[in-house]
């Protein structure tokens, strides 16, 4: 199937869009949650940071993976495998330190984490490629 440039978002870019608006609205309440002492942090002044950091780039990826902005789907792709892998190391390597989360930040890590992979998989469906490749092309110079 032909995607045009000019045709509607596909079902699983607009999918991606909202799993990583999710996330990042979780990221973001978590942080400020913590940051005003709902829960107990050992370092709250990097669990701000960080989750401010987070929340910005996902939201920034989700407007611009709406956007149809091919480089967003990479980035996303890169930003993906560093934070997999520190949840994985977190949970397999030292599960001691997982366990020590508050269960509510235990369940949001999980929670995010399959929020994430499904948008990844959604973003790199044949639908999705060929709607990304369809805008490049267009908006080429």
Do not use: N
């Not at 002492?37 to 993976?65: D, N, Q």
């Not at 495998?81 to 001691?96: D, T």
Request: with cysteine; hydrophobic share 55%; charged share 10%.
């Amino acid at each position: 199937m032909l995607i045009d440039a000019t045709s509607e978002k596909p079902t699983s870019v607009q999918r991606t869009a909202i799993c990583l608006w999710i996330s990042a609205g979780l990221a973001l309440t978590l942080t400020v949650v913590q940051a005003i002492g709902l829960i107990e942090t050992t370092h709250v002044g990097l669990a701000v940071v960080t989750g401010l950091i987070t929340a910005g780039l996902l939201a920034l990826v989700a407007v611009k993976i709406g956007a149809g902005r091919g480089w967003a789907r990479w980035l996303f792709a890169v930003l993906y495998v560093f934070g997999s892998f520190a949840f994985i190391v977190s949970v397999l390597i030292a599960p001691e330190m997982f366990r020590a989360l508050p269960s509510i930040l235990q369940g949001s890590s999980i929670v995010q984490f399959v929020l994430q992979t499904v948008a990844l998989v959604l973003v790199f469906t044949s639908t999705s490629r060929q709607w990304f490749k369809a805008k490049r092309v267009r908006t080429a110079p």
